[in-house]
């Protein structure tokens, strides 16, 4: 017989699981918590207190009301993953004796292609800072390493600086679920970074220790919430725009992603940059590659040419 165990407390303990020991980042947690926090409260609605209360009925139709909600597919599915992992963790731990999400099917969520900057657009960002400041040569550091390593925000301020190998020009990056990478930078990164390192972390430091690498004036960590404020204020600085909305961190991340296999890069070596456990998450850059290597072939190649201007001739002559 299983034993009882109320629902919020359930929710408690495979959130501390999932911070504990697979190391899941705190954004992820923070939704996978709100998740089950609504699932909670439409089950509290049923009667529904404890684990063993739950049927497989209750969890489709808390999934038809969230789509009933206007919740997109994408969402949808990442309150599934929440759902179907606590209820497998309740079987694991013996709280549960059968999983009533078992059959749960996920909603299908069409792929978006990445927002991606031109490769101009990036380069007029990453001259917006004022290098003959203290803070400006902190914010070109940290814009270049951004770009140039493909990092995600939380990575970037929590960047120890123990982990930059500024001879070598690598980083050693502790990703999602703890997993470490190494990543390469560039020339620009890294002579930014020297500079920075030699002209303005110690005076920010006043004598402190401090392991982050990006600091603010007072010496304290660089936040995501800062960062993402300075990157909006030289987009706008700049004149730099993305499809869909603001620069984000993350579409410098897409950026340089897409500007590698543009270039030739090998799937296989962007997706260990960028640190996906799953190949098809990068082979998502893939399709606006194609679309630039198809705009590249249709302007040199001579046939592609000659068919264009064909066309352009037709329709010319269309009354």
């Not at 203290?134 to 951004?146: C, Q, T």
């Not at 392991?211 to 987009?235: D, I, N, S, V």
């Amino acid at each position: 017989m299983a034993r009882r165990l109320p629902l919020d407390r359930a929710i408690d303990l495979y959130l501390d699981h999932l911070k504990v020991e697979r190391g899941l980042a705190p954004a992820t947690l923070d939704g996978y918590g709100r998740d089950l926090t609504r699932l909670v409260g439409f089950l509290g609605a049923r009667g529904r207190v404890d684990v063993d209360d739950v049927t497989a009925g209750d969890l489709t139709d808390h999934l038809i009301e969230l789509a009933d909600a206007g919740l997109v597919a994408r969402s949808r599915a990442r309150a599934l993953v929440a759902i179907r992992g606590l209820f497998r963790h309740l079987v694991a731990e013996r709280w549960l004796d059968a999983d009533p999400g078992e059959l749960l099917e996920a909603p299908r969520a069409v792929p978006r292609s990445p927002v991606v900057l031109g490769e101009r657009a990036v380069a007029d960002l990453l001259a917006a800072p004022r290098r003959d400041t203290p803070r400006g040569r902190r914010d070109a550091a940290m814009l270049e390493l951004l770009y140039a390593s493909g990092l995600r925000v939380s990575e970037l301020v929590r960047l120890p600086l123990a982990d930059v190998n500024l001879r070598a020009g690598f980083v050693r990056v502790t990703g999602k679920g703890r997993k470490t990478r190494l990543v390469p930078m560039g020339a620009g990164a890294r002579d930014a970074i020297v500079r920075y390192l030699a002209e303005v972390r110690p005076a920010w430091l006043r004598g402190r220790d401090e392991p982050a690498l990006f600091l603010t004036e007072r010496g304290r960590p660089m936040t995501r919430q800062g960062f993402w404020k300075l990157l909006g204020a030289y987009a706008r600085a700049a004149g730099v725009r993305a499809v869909g909305g603001a620069v984000s961190p993350h579409k410098l991340r897409h950026s340089f992603a897409t500007h590698l296999l543009e270039r030739g890069a090998d799937l296989r070596a962007v997706q260990a940059m960028l640190g996906h456990a799953d190949i098809a998450t990068t082979q998502l850059y893939t399709h606006v590659s194609r679309a630039h290597l198809i705009e590249q072939y249709r302007k040199a190649h001579p046939r592609a040419r000659a068919r264009d201007q064909a066309q352009d001739r037709d329709r010319d002559r269309d009354p």
